[in-house]
């Protein structure tokens, strides 16, 4: 019988060959609940998710997965939260804050389709704030660094949780939901541009301490 232990580390032996990647920072992420956000090029960036913790993450994923039974079948295995393309789905918001309030972990990709634009981080379409101020959890950006390539390696880092506790206990508002949102959008970007930043320095540094030789 399948598990989800056993197609995890497929599915990562799979990626790591065709797709490969190194992550940056999974220690950051703590055991117990907590919501997972990525930027989204290839469907194997759910790999990269379940790679940043031993425990089970259940993936949000489109509902129109379920229409193939093969692919289905993998999705209950994994216990996946399916959700409809316009994300109005109350049984899928109460599974997610079922599993969370539980002290298990959810992943999203909150621009909710696949990135084929030049742009560097689509809109959020929302969905992450709510988990995550419901459930009164943590938000972890987990960020590719540039678009994944057949047999190129790319870089995925984990940046420091999103603290959204200032919403907890609040009579949350549209424009209130919004601007966590923005928190958590802004946070993406900077675990991106942070560590890009922090790479360049080093090779000055590098580069600085040879010119002194």
């Not at 079922?98 to 389709?113: A, D, N, Q, V």
């Not at 959890?137 to 994944?148: A, G, Q, S």
Request: charged share 35%; aromatic share 10%.
């Amino acid at each position: 019988m399948l598990t989800y232990g056993f197609l995890k580390g497929f599915m990562v032996a799979v990626t790591q060959v065709l797709f490969p990647f190194k992550l940056i920072g999974k220690e950051k992420i703590k055991d117990g609940a907590c919501v997972l956000v990525g930027n989204h090029y290839r469907i194997w960036d759910i790999v990269h998710m379940a790679c940043t913790t031993k425990e089970k993450v259940h993936f949000i994923t489109k509902q129109e997965l379920y229409k193939n039974k093969f692919l289905a079948h993998l999705c209950d295995i994994v216990e996946a939260i399916p959700v409809s393309r316009d994300g109005r789905d109350a049984k899928a918001v109460m599974t997610a804050l079922r599993y969370l309030k539980k002290g298990e972990k959810i992943s999203m990709f909150p621009e909710g389709t696949r990135n084929r634009t030049k742009e560097e981080l689509l809109p959020l379409n929302g969905g992450s704030a709510l988990f995550a101020i419901k459930a009164k959890v943590p938000v972890y950006p987990v960020m590719c660094l540039r678009k994944t390539r057949l047999f190129w390696r790319t870089k995925i880092v984990v940046g420091d949780a999103v603290d959204l506790s200032d919403f907890y206990d609040k009579r949350m508002t549209a424009e209130d939901y919004e601007a966590a949102e923005e928190r958590i959008r802004e946070r993406m970007l900077a675990t991106k541009h942070d560590y890009i930043a922090m790479q360049e320095e080093k090779k000055r540094q590098k580069k600085a301490k040879r010119e002194r030789k």
